[in-house]
């Protein structure tokens, strides 16, 4: 095997779960949780410290990881046991906790379970009805409001229907005939804090005018982060600020002087009190306020592309602030200036009415390139680069460069066993440079290493294949190579590989007589080398044989032991294995989230609520058939539900339920009032309470007594029928747990987004008849249409 599929190659073990569950395997259901639990480090070592990744404004795919990102996992989301036939994209159902909702409250499930969940519950049939009666009202307002949006977007245009000459994008050629948009939406004035907040210089107020005290804002809203602690955060920001303090400084004659005298704790305070007051709003008035912000931007939303109209990505400029930049970046903390129109150029048709920015100003510069795709474009003051507002994920034009690409990475397909013989022949090559050429060749192959370009002194300590120094490789005999450096966006890269006997020798020559800051292939660079690919192939690069190697790779690991008879959370462990492999091998690690440990304490407690419930349902049985005591299925215990984690998880549950209880009743009070009618006296709410705490005084006198009453008989093959769902359910979410556990330190998403073919999801997914709404969000959807209408026998 070659190539980077050999680099991923890896016992299932060393990276979590793959989807298979045999009997007597780690990975059986009867296993302790803690022993499917295993982290990717095993086949990497673990990155500590990895700084998190940041979203450059106006780059289209870091928005979309950004949008991504925040689509996270919800641990109440149900787990659904058995394959389901993929249909049109449709939202996840959300599960509203356990199977029976013994201890939860009003019964959220449909039909037959909710019944059987009300009677073991003992809660009333108005409860039910109640609860019934709100889910049809949503499911009516949601069905309202999706059919509101599909009137809005024209048809999608099947662009890649036609014929492939006319819709790959190519540099130079013409792009479109027509464009409308309406600019960018400029972020409001910066408002003067309240007279009372101000920040303080020895220990007294400073009055600043609000060109200062926008700036000193900035940095007190970051107070308590990471950021506010980091020396270099600190100097640029002062620096940059002083600056500001000589142009605007304070109306009170205060010079200052040092940042170690500066107190912006009221600023910090105030925000504080700020976003409180703001979390406090009413539904109703967040969304009238959103409503309003909405109706704000909507002319931004889309433009006319060609006659059709298209979404825009990033129409809104960022707003000044502080850089923060990513990992060790030597500017962060230094002052992003707030953009105005003379800062930005406007591309649009020639015969488009041009745009009337939101503020007042007039555009730098209108231009009508048609060869180009962006609406919009400046340059920020940081680093200099070239900021764009380019069309959507999902836009035609986004989606014939996403598809070209991908081609074009299936065409190496046809050379890549030539330029591998040929690399691996100059591997031996008496020309060093060539025999540097092959070394690294062989590096982004194996390892899928990006090629690396030169840094300036002002910018991250940042490597790729090329620019790597002699301190970033280590030889260990007799054939190990050690690489630990930065790469993109500072996130650490650390491997320790195998490498053919020629390749250590090489690297031993090349290190010979050269200090540590020295380059490693000081003889070839990223343009030397994407020239020499070019031979083999039009358009080929270094970055796409990333590309190709990263979806080569995973189409290896989807074919290779798919659950066929699984359950849904089998195959989908399965892909998630495989696209973690695909992660690892491109180096997309993430510091595990500051959330992980309490997102799998909620999970812990949600499994309990399933052993729970299960124990309940059993006890039932034996009420209804004294018989089941005996079958081992049902009279086993949980090991983990003593009377104590009994007694600690209704009291949990009793408080949550007490809760819910309340917020119902203000909400329903709040709706009341909106419609002008009286509010609900508060003995309404004391009965209420009174009725939670009555059912779980009962469920308090059950404990350890093996009983669970129900309010009228029920045969036993109905009960049955709850703990074998109960069981897949459990089953599933254990897999659900795994699957999260691995997955904490690598970042799934970058590689869905901009190096799996995205046909190769949507392919297995209609083979192994999984939801690809399980797997592609939304987002992802509305970018890969083009990849929706594969065949399930597609390879990549």
């Known amino acids: 095997m070659s190539g980077a599929r050999k680099a991923t190659t890896l016992p299932a073990s060393a990276t979590g779960t793959n989807g298979k569950v045999k009997p007597g395997d780690s990975d059986s259901d009867d296993t302790p949780l803690n022993n499917h639990i295993a982290s990717s480090s095993k086949a990497r070592a673990k990155l500590k410290g990895v700084p998190k990744r940041k979203v450059k404004a106006g780059d289209p795919d870091n928005a979309l990881k950004s949008e991504d990102k925040k689509r996270k996992v919800d641990v109440d989301n149900d787990v659904d046991s058995q394959p389901v036939k993929k249909s049109a994209p449709r939202k996840g159902k959300k599960d509203s906790g356990s199977e029976t909702e013994i201890v939860k409250g009003v019964a959220k499930k449909k039909g037959k379970v909710k019944k059987d969940e009300s009677e073991v519950n003992g809660l009333t049939k108005a409860k039910a009805e109640d609860a019934k009666e709100k889910g049809a009202r949503k499911g009516k307002g949601k069905e309202k409001e999706e059919k509101e949006k599909e009137d809005e977007i024209d048809e999608v245009y099947k662009w890649w229907g036609q014929d492939p000459d006319q819709t790959v994008v190519g540099d130079g050629t013409q792009k479109w005939s027509t464009l409308e948009h309406?600019?960018?939406?400029?972020?409001?004035?910066?408002?003067?804090?309240?007279?009372?907040?101000?920040?303080?210089?020895?220990?007294?107020?400073?009055?600043?005018?609000?060109?200062?005290?926008e700036v000193a804002g900035f940095y007190g809203a970051m107070l308590e982060t990471d950021h506010a602690k980091d020396a270099t955060f600190n100097k640029n920001f002062f620096d940059d600020w002083s600056k500001v303090l000589k142009k605007h400084p304070p109306r009170d004659g205060v010079v200052i002087k040092e940042f170690e005298r500066c107190d912006f704790r009221p600023m910090f305070e105030y925000f504080e009190e700020e976003k409180a007051k703001k979390k406090a709003l009413t539904a109703s008035e967040k969304?009238?306020?959103?409503?309003?912000?909405?109706?704000?931007?909507?002319?931004?939303?889309?433009?006319?592309?060609?006659?059709?109209?298209?979404?825009?990505?990033?129409?809104?400029?960022?707003?000044?602030?502080?850089?923060?930049?990513?990992?060790?970046?030597?500017?962060?903390?230094?002052?992003?200036?707030?953009?105005?129109?003379?800062d930005i150029t406007i591309n649009i048709g020639a015969d488009a009415r041009i745009p009337v920015p939101n503020i007042p100003g007039k555009w730098r510069e209108v231009i009508h390139d048609n060869t180009v795709t962006w609406l919009a474009t400046w340059t920020e003051n940081i680093n200099g680069s070239h900021k764009y507002v380019f069309l959507a994920a999902g836009s035609s034009l986004k989606g014939q460069s996403d598809m070209s690409k991908f081609e074009k990475a299936r065409e190496l397909k046809k050379h890549v066993e030539r330029i591998r013989a040929d690399y691996r022949a100059d591997l031996k090559n008496k020309v060093t440079q060539l025999r540097m050429r092959a070394t690294a060749m062989y590096f982004i192959d194996v390892l899928?290493?990006?090629?690396?370009?030169?840094?300036?002194?002002?910018?991250?300590?940042?490597?790729?294949?090329?620019?790597?120094?002699?301190?970033?490789?280590?030889?260990?005999?007799p054939n190990f190579v050690v690489f630990d450096f930065l790469g993109k966006d500072s996130i650490r890269y650390y491997n320790k590989v195998t490498v053919d006997e020629q390749v250590f020798k090489n690297i031993k020559i090349f290190k010979r007589d050269k200090?540590?800051?020295?380059?490693?292939?000081?003889?070839?660079?990223?343009?030397?080398?994407?020239?020499?690919?070019?031979?083999?192939?039009?358009?080929?690069?270094?970055?796409?044989?990333?590309?190709?190697?990263?979806?080569?790779?995973?189409?290896?690991?989807?074919?290779?032991?798919?659950?066929?008879?699984?359950?849904?959370?089998?195959?989908?462990?399965?892909?998630?294995?495989?696209?973690?492999?695909?992660?690892?091998l491109c180096n997309h690690q993430r510091a595990a989230p500051k959330t992980h440990d309490q997102s799998m304490a909620k999970m812990k407690e949600k499994l309990r609520g399933f052993k729970y419930d299960r124990m309940k349902l059993c006890h039932a049985l034996f009420a209804t058939d004294?018989?089941?005591?005996?079958?081992?299925?049902?009279?086993?215990?949980?090991?983990?539900?003593?009377?104590?984690?009994?007694?600690?998880?209704?009291?949990?549950?009793?408080?949550?339920e007490i809760e819910r209880t309340e917020k119902r009743f203000a909400k329903e009070n709040e709706k009341l009032v909106e419609e002008g009618k009286a509010e609900q006296?508060?003995?309404?709410?004391?009965?209420?309470?009174?009725?939670?705490?009555?059912?779980?005084?009962?469920?308090?006198?059950?404990?350890?007594?093996?009983k669970a009453a129900l309010k009228r008989d029920k045969p036993p093959e109905r009960l049955i029928e709850s703990i074998d769902r109960l069981d897949e359910k459990i089953k599933a979410f254990k897999l659900q747990m795994v699957d999260r556990e691995a997955g904490k330190e690598v970042a799934l998403g970058t590689s869905k987004i901009n190096y799996l073919?995205?046909?190769?999801?949507?392919?297995?997914?209609?083979?192994?008849?999984?939801?690809?709404?399980?797997?592609?969000?939304?987002?992802l959807l509305t970018k890969f249409p083009w990849a929706m209408e594969v065949e399930p026998d597609w390879k990549f």
């Not at 408002?191 to 907040?197: A, C, I, Q």
């Not at 089941?628 to 209704?650: F, N, T």
């Not at 009174?690 to 059950?702: H, I, M, P, T, W």
């Open 182 to 213: 309406n600019g960018v939406i400029f972020p409001p004035p910066y408002p003067p804090l309240p007279s009372h907040v101000k920040m303080k210089y020895n220990g007294k107020p400073i009055d600043l005018p609000p060109e200062s005290e």
């Open 287 to 342: 969304k009238e306020l959103k409503k309003q912000k909405d109706d704000m931007e909507a002319k931004y939303v889309t433009c006319f592309l060609d006659g059709r109209k298209e979404k825009v990505g990033n129409f809104r400029v960022e707003p000044p602030g502080l850089f923060r930049g990513r990992g060790e970046h030597p500017k962060k903390g230094a002052l992003k200036l707030r953009v105005y129109p003379e």
């Open 448 to 477: 899928a290493l990006r090629a690396g370009n030169e840094k300036g002194e002002d910018e991250a300590d940042t490597v790729g294949c090329c620019s790597l120094r002699c301190e970033h490789v280590t030889l260990e005999p």
């Open 515 to 584: 200090r540590d800051s020295d380059g490693l292939f000081d003889r070839v660079n990223p343009g030397y080398l994407n020239k020499h690919l070019q031979s083999y192939m039009k358009g080929l690069s270094a970055k796409v044989f990333r590309t190709y190697n990263a979806s080569i790779t995973f189409q290896s690991q989807l074919d290779d032991g798919t659950p066929e008879n699984g359950t849904l959370q089998e195959k989908l462990n399965h892909y998630n294995h495989a696209n973690r492999m695909v992660a690892i």
């Open 626 to 656: 004294s018989r089941y005591k005996k079958q081992k299925k049902y009279a086993e215990e949980e090991s983990d539900l003593d009377d104590d984690a009994v007694a600690e998880h209704e009291e949990l549950c009793k408080a949550r």
């Open 681 to 706: 006296d508060e003995d309404v709410l004391r009965s209420r309470v009174s009725a939670v705490e009555d059912d779980f005084a009962r469920l308090k006198k059950e404990r350890g007594t093996s």
């Open 757 to 779: 073919d995205p046909r190769i999801t949507a392919a297995w997914c209609k083979k192994h008849d999984v939801p690809i709404e399980k797997i592609f969000s939304k987002t």
